[in-house]
């Protein structure tokens, strides 16, 4: 559903202690997001996006270091990195992260011990110091993108706004349409 709506980035996030579940997943779900030109990004585990051929691994804070993640990928692979404060954002920058994700910008339920709340005021801070792709995270949802986006955001992760809705499609297309009509303003966009 969300290949045929265009979107073209999608991140295997599986808390699971179990390497062969996510492997398996990861190699079910890679060849069908690249076979339709996405990007397939792997949660955490820099073994399991190698082993599959992804396009790269996002680290948490708590994940193997950026430039070991790095050592072992290659240049070639992207690598993101989650940041709750601009500290964490310039940090993974000056690491030679190709992106972040930060947040979470609203409340959220997708983590058991989320991190503090930073709002659309701290992402406007770390947009404003930190040149490389942002990736909003955290209770976003088609009512919010839009502020989330004008903010400085490049894209915005989702997982409740569209899976836990009841027509996971209609959300989607919503949540699409907010996101393309208002893109982060050019001075903002941190693509150079």
Do not use: W
Not at 14 to 35: D, I, N, R, W
Not at 66 to 74: E, H, I, N, T, Y
Not at 139 to 167: F, K
């Amino acid at each position: 559903m969300a290949l045929a709506a265009k979107v073209r980035t999608f991140q295997l996030r599986m808390k699971t202690p179990e390497t062969g579940a996510f492997y398996e997943m990861a190699s079910a779900l890679c060849p069908l997001v690249q076979g339709d030109g996405g990007i397939f990004i792997v949660n955490d585990r820099c073994d399991v996006a190698l082993a599959v051929g992804a396009d790269g691994v996002h680290l948490g804070q708590e994940d193997l270091p950026l430039a070991d993640a790095r050592a072992f990928l290659g240049r070639e692979k992207r690598i993101g990195v989650s940041t709750h404060n601009l500290t964490q954002a310039l940090e993974a920058e000056a690491g030679g992260a190709d992106y972040i994700g930060f947040g979470p910008i609203f409340p959220t339920t997708t983590k058991e011990k989320p991190d503090t709340v930073v709002g659309v005021a701290g992402l406007r801070e770390v947009r404003a110091r930190v040149r490389i792709p942002i990736v909003a995270i955290g209770g976003i949802t088609p009512r919010n993108a839009a502020e989330v986006m004008t903010a400085g955001a490049d894209a915005v992760a989702v997982v409740s706004a569209v899976l836990a809705a009841p027509d996971p499609q209609a959300a989607l297309m919503e949540l699409l349409k907010v996101v393309r009509l208002n893109p982060s303003p050019p001075e903002g966009r941190g693509l150079g």
